[in-house]
């Protein structure tokens, strides 16, 4: 901070006035004396004129001296008019926002505090110049350093402003929290700092308020979980016993059954295959939300992980005259490394999202690398699932973009498998830190691309 001393203006407009003041003068005095000389030449009028010439002189310099003075002293009272003004405008402001004035003396670090401030913390105006110079003291040991490493900071040039919260020690032994928002304001001929000054705001409330929010929070997380575990193990002692009562039917399917007990039979069958499908993935869903699932890398090979989904939606796909096939692009690496579990889930989730929709159509899942040239590091792998079964409807492709909500516990039935698949979706895929894209249309039916963050290995492909 380099500081020049410029030579005052007032001083300058000083000296110009003193030098037309003597140039005016010298003139006035040697015409003035010539002018005498050659209008009165007898020595008793030249007497009596320069007598009158040195009152009018004297009359003028006058008049101009209290004009030049009047001025000076019109101009200083409105000066300190308006700078009593702003220093109670100031006072008031900083009283209405809680703000107290400070001053660092950068020489000895001693730093002023406003009265009004250190009786409202209970010092003595007779302890002042002790808080002046051992203020360190008051500041709590674990924000001091903090304190300093900001102001010093700011000295050498690193922030425009010190900014600092910190505890400050009361007179009663307790602590209330502080904000310090200053700057430096004066510098020697060197550009050294000497002087800081800035506000001190009491942000004691706003602590408070932010401590019982983060509290607040922690209960609503806290209950949020044990809910979501609640739900949980609700549903797994459901669906233990609706197993065994899915597993009785069957037997029963296989006795010898009429054909009207064989079609209840069936029926039943069907719907708690549906309820036990359902309390799997309000299981699924609630793991998820819960946030316990990990995050484990390995490598992958393509077509094993489509060969292992297929083994799973195969025989569902064919129940409903359904074909699924499979395709991977020629540029895709066959190996590559990345979550596996997550990722076969993910997949597994989008499939059954298109079989739910799908009747005596068709389901195709195509695995493609958009950046073929990137091999052994980061990259992205793409994989397009599309079929020809109905379209999504709008509130449906919402649920991918909004939380769960209070208007989504009135569905019931296929409408909230289906939405609730798609949470699921929706969870799966923010843990691979990939994206889903979704179109549905009567016409060409449902496309999603779900891009996963992956690590490429090698070229090599598998058909």
Same mark, same amino acid.
């Given at each position: ?58 009359? @003028? ?49 001693? @730093? ?6 250190? @009786? ?15 203020? #360190? ?20 040039? #690193? ?207 195509? @695995? ?93 492909? #598998?058909?």
């Amino acid at each position: 901070m380099d500081r020049k001393h410029p030579t005052p203006a007032p001083f300058q407009q000083a000296l110009r006035i003193a030098v037309i003041y003597m140039v005016v003068g010298c003139l006035w005095i040697i015409l003035s004396d010539k002018a005498v000389e050659i209008l009165f030449p007898t020595p008793e009028l030249a007497s009596v004129a320069q007598t009158f010439k040195g009152w009018f002189y004297v009359l @003028v310099t006058g008049g101009l001296v209290f004009h030049l003075v009047y001025r000076l002293l019109r101009h200083e009272y409105k000066a300190r008019l308006a700078l009593t003004e702003s220093r109670q405008l100031l006072s008031q402001a900083l009283e209405a926002g809680r703000l107290f004035p400070w001053t660092l003396h950068l020489d000895g670090y001693r @730093v002023s505090f406003p009265p009004s401030l250190l @009786v409202e913390l209970g010092y003595g105006g007779e302890e002042t110049s002790s808080i002046e110079r051992d203020w #360190k003291r008051l500041v709590h040991a674990n924000d001091l350093p903090q304190f300093l490493a900001r102001i010093n900071a700011h000295l050498q040039g #690193k922030s425009e402003y010190c900014n600092v919260q910190f505890r400050f020690k009361t007179k009663d032994g307790h602590y209330v929290w502080m904000q310090a928002h200053g700057q430096v304001i004066e510098a020697d001929a060197y550009g050294n700092a000497v002087r800081m000054a800035g506000t001190l705001h009491d942000i004691t409330l706003l602590k408070l308020h932010e401590k019982d929010m983060l509290r607040a929070r922690n209960m609503a997380e806290d209950a949020h979980h044990a809910k979501t575990a609640f739900i949980a193990d609700i549903s797994r002692e459901i669906r233990a016993p609706l197993n065994e009562v899915v597993d009785k039917l069957l037997l029963m399917d296989q006795a010898g059954l009429n054909t009207e007990q064989r079609r209840y039979i069936t029926e039943a069958i069907k719907m708690g295959t549906e309820l036990v499908g359902m309390l799997n993935e309000v299981i699924l869903y609630s793991k998820l939300a819960s946030g316990t699932t990990d995050w484990n890398t390995e490598k992958i090979i393509v077509a094993d992980l489509l060969q292992d989904v297929e083994s799973v939606m195969a025989a569902k796909c064919r129940s409903k005259g359904t074909t699924l096939t499979f395709a991977i692009t020629q540029d895709t690496p066959a190996v590559f490394r990345g979550d596996y579990e997550k990722i076969r889930l993910t997949l597994i989730k989008l499939i059954e999202h298109a079989h739910r929709r799908t009747e005596n159509g068709s389901i195709l899942l195509t @695995v493609s690398h958009p950046s073929p040239n990137q091999i052994n590091t980061r990259s992205i792998l793409l994989f397009t699932v599309e079929d020809t079964g109905k379209p999504i409807p709008d509130s449906s492709l919402r649920v991918l973009s909004t939380p769960f909500s209070a208007a989504d516990q009135g569905q019931v039935g296929q409408m909230f498998r289906m939405d609730l698949g798609l949470r699921i979706l929706q969870r799966l895929v923010r843990l691979l830190n990939g994206a889903l894209c979704v179109s549905s249309t009567k016409v060409s039916g449902t496309m999603f691309l779900l891009t996963v963050p992956v690590i490429m290995l090698h070229k090599e492909t #598998k058909d």
